[in-house]
């Protein structure tokens, strides 16, 4: 994700995130994923008994505990779908649900940060994001015209039972989606099922 100026908006967004910018920023992955997951039990689960999200000062000091909070309900949340529909339509209806609840994380992102057209604001936009929640990446151009995204370390991983990983990283790829219409991702291969780090391919339309 390469070439091209930053918008201003953006750089300044970028230099000034700290904490609370973060903090906001996990706030609103929750929100919207748990939503998600809430109105698909509803629909496809009513009777499954599902707690609400840990949100006491005590347990989500830090980023970490805020991270390790939220997957502990999203997990609550995608074992009950699969008790209640089994394990292949827990995982195509919850990546269903959960793709526009992340389109709508990353247009609402691309508004705020004043994310531009160009692939240099794609990859600092998920770099801030990607950051508040835990997540490191490298990006691989390759000679087809697509890229390859390559995560190294991922603070949920280690929370996230497969199915969950699955279904949370349809968020993932509506973000990308959101951050930029033009671009859509797919991951390939998750830590949460054995490999050495996730992988994503990135491609833009008409290349």
Known sequence: MGGGRLSLKLRVATWLAG??????????????TLAALDALLRERAPGAAIGPAVRTAASRRTL???????????????RALVEALGRDEAIRAGREALFPA??????????????????GDLERAARLLYKALGIDFTLEHRADGTMTMH???????GHYMPE?????SAADEGVVAGLSPKHSMRFE???????AECRARITEAGK
């Open 189 to 195: 291969e998750r830590m949460t099922t054995g490999n």
């Open 164 to 168: 969950a990983c699955e279904i949370l």
């Open 151 to 157: 995560v190294h370390r991922c603070a949920l991983a």
């Open 64 to 78: 970490a505990e805020r991270r390790a909070a939220m997957t502990i309900a999203q997990n609550e949340r995608v």
């Open 19 to 32: 904490e609370g910018a973060f903090v906001r920023l996990l706030d609103e992955v929750e929100s919207q």
């Open 102 to 119: 992340g389109v709508r994380l990353g247009t609402g992102a691309r508004e705020q940060l004043g994310v531009g057209d160009t692939d």
